[in-house]
T-cell receptor, first 118, second 113 residues
Framework: GAGVSQSPRYKVAKRGQDVALRCDPISGHVSLFWYQQALGQGPEFLTYFQNEAQLDKSGLPSDRFFAERPEGSVSTLKIQRTQQEDSAVYLC????????????????FGEGSWLTVV | GDSVTQMEGPVTLSEEAFLTINCTYTATGYPSLFWYVQYPGEGLQLLLKATKADDKGSNKGFEATYRKETTSFHLEKGSVQVSDSAVYFCALRRGSTLGRLYFGRGTQLTVWP
């Protein structure tokens, strides 16, 4: 597609429910990121994939958060037993090449999935 | 650790006014620096970047200069337009962190006609 596509755009979950958020990166992009953006804050890094390999998951806040990219294209972020503090916008981003240097390639962001836990 | 601090908003200006949004950073080594913009209802978009000291990034009339001596990357525009109303995020990236971006909290800009 033309850009990074995320679904659902809006999700309301009851506390304790599991949710799955999908990201379709730009076709052919090697690098894929997930970020969490709380209200009034900047995005915070969650995890990074290079193709299907999850090379950095240091930003995942707890073991309730899990991300996968099994075929190196579409990615899913899963949150188990959601809690109110999980309410945020979840941003997916992709980049054409592997980012191993400070200059790197441009990172393109999707519009985000807005999660509200009630 | 790595971090970015930017001036708190909201910032409200009249059309054609001069804009400055301050950004300072803390990082080891030599990060790349970025300004991203988020228009209402849209995703984050890269506005401009600079990859080494004294570089100036520019786009759409916006400019920012990478100042290593003051660890700053202030965003400026000489004459803002109503269409510039958005949230602006300063960010840094180091090569050793596989492209991970560290963002500031964002500054809301509203421009009135």
């Amino acid at each position: 597609g033309a850009g990074v596509s995320q679904s659902p755009r809006y999700k309301v979950a009851k506390r304790g429910q599991d949710v799955a958020l999908r990201c379709d990166p730009i076709s052919g992009h090697v690098s894929l990121f997930w970020y969490q953006q709380a209200l009034g804050q900047g995005p915070e890094f969650l995890t990074y994939f290079q193709n299907e390999a999850q090379l950095d998951k240091s930003g995942l806040p707890s073991d309730r958060f899990f991300a996968e990219r099994p075929e190196g294209s579409v990615s899913t972020l899963k949150i188990q037993r959601t809690q109110q503090e999980d309410s945020a916008v979840y941003l997916c981003a992709s980049s054409l090449q592997a980012l191993t240097g400070a200059s790197g390639n441009t990172i393109y962001f999707g519009e985000g999935s807005w999660l509200t836990v009630v | 650790g790595d971090s970015v601090t930017q001036m708190e908003g909201p910032v409200t200006l009249s059309e054609e006014a001069f804009l400055t949004i301050n950004c300072t950073y803390t990082a080891t080594g030599y990060p790349s620096l970025f300004w991203y913009v988020q228009y209402p209802g849209e995703g984050l978009q890269l506005l401009l970047k600079a990859t080494k000291a004294d570089d100036k990034g520019s786009n759409k009339g916006f400019e920012a200069t990478y100042r290593k001596e003051t660890t700053s990357f202030h965003l400026e525009k000489g004459s803002v337009q109503v269409s510039d109303s958005a949230v602006y995020f300063c960010a840094l990236r180091r090569g050793s962190t596989l492209g991970r971006l560290y963002f500031g909290r964002g500054t809301q800009l509203t421009v009135w006609p």
